[in-house]
């Protein structure tokens, strides 16, 4: 390697060239004339390029819907899940977008998807130890194919935990082309605090669904077992987004 001694140094590729930096000092080196790259080297920078579009397309559609800012860690660990994943995305139900924290935080059981895309909030859900959450619901649609988002849709409900809550029945369909993604975001608010830390943010998905396929009923329950109400009288709400409906224990 050669040392840049000039006044003007550079780092980067000129021509042919290489400059780098180390400890303080510029040196130049020049490019190898060929790559050798065996089988499985080229196989595994492919896989990775597929995962990183694959990242940066959930990325650009559901950071600019949550109030969790992107940073590296979720540029990093997003690419990781969707390498792991492969082609079954599927795989990146219940990835995290805050690190610290997630749905588990404020849930004692996690909202499940049901056949005709409808989400069950169970009676119960909710710990009562944060007075008021505020649940958004971001539906997005993702051609992996085209690495195009070809539709989204929010919703948001706000929920008092110091009354009782009987359960919530959400509409989440969403018409469109591509895998359907389901994030559920919520966001403690109190009279007391004047601005929410970005720690007590909480964002997963909670639903993956790939092109033409059907949903079976699925839920991940992290602490006390729920049951699904085997009655129900649903009570319609006003239309605002998303169709809400509201379960009641029938009397």
């Keep these: 390697m050669a040392r840049q001694t000039g006044w003007l140094t550079f780092t980067g590729r000129l021509g042919n060239h290489i400059g780098y930096r180390r400890n303080g000092t510029y040196f130049l080196r020049s490019m190898p004339s060929s790559v050798h790259q065996t089988t499985a080297t080229k196989q595994a920078a492919r896989r990775f390029g597929i995962a990183s579009r694959k990242a940066r397309l959930i990325r650009q559609a559901c950071i600019p819907a949550i109030n969790i800012p ?38 004692i059981a996690i909202p499940q998807l049901l056949p005709h895309h409808q989400l069950l909030i169970p009676p119960g859900a909710f710990h009562t130890n944060t007075p008021s959450l505020q649940l958004k619901l971001v539906a997005v649609r993702l051609n992996f194919n085209t690495l195009r988002i070809t539709a989204s849709r929010t919703s948001i409900i706000h929920i008092n935990t110091q009354q009782p809550f009987h359960g919530l029945l959400l509409d989440c369909s969403l018409p469109g082309h591509g895998s359907l993604l389901l994030i559920l975001q919520i966001t403690p608010s109190s009279p007391q605090r004047r601005k929410t830390s970005k720690r007590a943010i909480v964002a997963d998905i909670i639903a993956v669904i790939p092109p033409s396929q059907p949903i079976s009923p699925s839920t991940y329950i992290p602490r006390t077992q729920q049951e699904h109400p085997t009655a129900q009288q649903l009570v319609e709400l006003p239309k605002s987004g998303f169709h809400r409906t509201l379960a009641v224990p029938r009397e």
């Design 70 to 107: 992107q940073d590296g860690h979720i540029v990093n660990h997003l690419n990781k899940h969707c390498l792991r994943a492969g082609s079954d995305i599927t795989a990146l139900n219940g990835f995290r977008f805050n690190k610290h924290n997630g749905l588990d935080k404020y849930c």
